[in-house]
């Protein structure tokens, strides 16, 4: 069965970007204005690859990080884990599919990942809906567009907030992704993994890396956006649904680092770094290349 959830944004702060070489402090609400057309709703599929039960809002967790407040954008869910994916032909109605992360690895034998490749390879040779994988997806994708995934360089599950380094050159054939290129220093998301993307597809062009991930964020054309971190975690569900699971597995060196880590995703810039990307989601999923 599928769901819909209407976004309800909740970004209330405030965010300092470069605009034409002026240093702005905006609200995020006016920098939805100021960079976004808001003028159409979207409809967005979420192939959701979760089941645990403390995620079983996760579509709403989506829909308020890239939903913008007063529009009657549509989050629509499907539950890969139920063998329950879409076809090309019922996404012609959406503006964008979204892949989520999961607690899953793109390795495991699981009788319905094979779904979700194909899914997503055919949507990559469709070139429509817009694209944007996160975590998980963000794997699933690379692997099954005949890229590689391997277990992090250390060895070691990453939980922190990570500075990702993105390559300006690359974003300037990106009109969606500019406004990266005013972004504050450090740019810090959210990273929870396992595993990262050891190759690329073919295809595909990496504009950031991070220490966790060389192939941090890639780019396929215009239409294809797959990102490591977790934008649309703010630090307080971090810690709540992984932090504590993961210091409870005893992940963590020792508590020294567990406490670095905790600190660094509650830092109050992760927010403000989530907030310019969840603007450049919105701009890439509505296909706003202005």
Not at 66 to 85: H, L, R, S
Not at 115 to 138: A, D, S, Y
Not at 232 to 261: H, M, P, T, V, Y
Not at 264 to 275: F, K, P, Q, T, W
Request: with cysteine; charged share 25%.
């Amino acid at each position: 069965m599928c769901s819909s959830r209407h976004a309800t944004g909740r970004i209330k702060n405030h965010q300092k970007i470069l605009l034409l070489g002026c240093e702005l402090d905006l609200s995020i609400p006016l920098l939805l204005r100021l960079f976004v057309s808001l003028e159409n709703a979207m409809k967005i599929a979420v192939i959701n690859c979760e089941n645990a039960e403390k995620w079983k809002d996760y579509v709403s967790v989506i829909s308020n990080a890239y939903g913008a407040e007063g529009n009657e954008d549509e989050f629509v869910e499907y539950q890969a884990f139920e063998k329950n994916v879409p076809t090309i032909q019922e996404l012609e109605g959406f503006d964008g599919v979204i892949v989520p992360g999961s607690r899953h690895s793109v390795n495991d034998n699981l009788p319905w990942l094979v779904h979700v490749e194909n899914l997503l390879v055919k949507i990559v040779e469709n070139k429509r809906p817009q694209l944007f994988c996160t975590c998980f997806g963000h794997q699933l994708l690379a692997k099954a567009l005949d890229g590689t995934v391997s277990q992090n360089v250390d060895k070691k599950f990453i939980f922190r907030a990570e500075e990702i380094e993105t390559i300006d050159s690359r974003l300037q054939n990106l009109p969606y992704a500019k406004l990266l290129l005013g972004k504050p220093t450090p740019f810090l998301l959210i990273e929870s993994h396992g595993e990262c993307v050891k190759t690329l597809p073919r295809e595909a062009v990496c504009i950031a890396t991070s220490k966790g991930s060389e192939n941090e964020i890639f780019v396929i054309g215009d239409h294809v956006l797959s990102v490591q971190s977790h934008p649309e975690f703010d630090g307080r569900i971090a810690c709540e649904r992984i932090f504590n699971s993961l210091l409870d597995k005893g992940r963590f060196g020792d508590s020294n680092q567990a406490k670095l880590c905790k600190a660094s995703v509650l830092d109050a810039r992760v927010e403000r770094c989530n907030s310019i990307f969840r603007v450049v989601v919105r701009k890439f999923l509505l296909r706003d290349f202005n």
